[in-house]
């Protein structure tokens, strides 16, 4: 999947050059990672992290708390572009149209924000962003420890 994303990138590059000129090689980029950064801090927790937190959460693995540490980041992240976006829009109207007007950095944006949202689709991403699901968010774990050692035992004494 990165491949793919890797190539279509340099064709990207490639038709903004020809459309744009030699700057679209600092705007398409530039706009990839803002696509990209922004749409991992909204969208992944939401469509990778609330599934397995439900998940875990209907199992009894881990406790309730753990919605509003997924939910408020993005959530945050969304007001704060709003926000930003309504400012800029107030004061510098004529940086929003510049903006819009830009097709290497509006392309870029896009091209960000799809990458990520397919590489959600990814087994590698996937079990990448499990792994730091753990990791992240490990306190809200219900004696997660104890219940591999309950179940360990209970394989144990069946077996004698």
Known sequence: MQRLIALLFCLLLVLMVKAQGWFALLWAPLGFAVGLYVT??????MLLGLPRAIQLVSSGEMRAAVYRRLLFPPVLWIVLLS????LVRF????AIMWFE???ALSAGVWFGVVSILLSALSKKSRSDFHAGFDQSYRQFYVHRDARRQRHTRRRINSSL
């Open 83 to 86: 926000v930003i976006l309504f």
């Open 101 to 103: 007007s830009n097709g």
């Open 40 to 45: 991992a801090r909204i969208a992944l927790p």
């Open 91 to 94: 004061f510098r109207p004529s």
